[in-house]
Nanobody
Framework: VQLQAYGGGLVQAGGSLRLACATSGSIFSAYVMGWYRQTPGKQRELVSTITSGGATDYADSVKGRFTISRDKAKNTVYLQMNSLKPEDTAVYYC?????????WGQGTKVTVSS
């Protein structure tokens, strides 16, 4: 299973970035897709998820600033990140989960400068 994540980069505080995660149609249609992030020395934490039906969930720290969405035609999940803060700096990972089965994409680094 491939999850191809991209879109990270360096941005100033207050700026925006959009992450994307492309996968196969079978995964995209059946799995809960999500984004996690991790900083050195800390556990990977949930950022946001979206179900195949479009239901979304967000960590409290990103509510109102981040938006997750999915494009069925492209089998791609997006994470629009606005009003970025230095504490959003992390490696972001795409995730696909169905019950106890899950897959991870490679990380994409997001750096927010103050």
């Amino acid at each position: 299973v491939q999850l191809q994540a991209y879109g990270g980069g360096l941005v100033q505080a207050g700026g925006s970035l959009r992450l994307a995660c492309a996968t196969s149609g079978s995964i995209f249609s059946a799995y809960v897709m999500g984004w996690y992030r991790q900083t050195p020395g800390k556990q990977r934490e949930l950022v946001s998820t979206i179900t195949s039906g479009g239901a979304t969930d967000y960590a409290d720290s990103v509510k109102g600033r981040f938006t997750i969405s999915r494009d069925k035609a492209k089998n791609t999940v997006y994470l629009q990140m606005n009003s970025l803060k230095p504490e959003d700096t992390a490696v972001y990972y795409c995730n696909a989960r169905q019950l106890v089965i899950q897959f991870w994409g490679q990380g994409t680094k997001v750096t927010v400068s103050s």
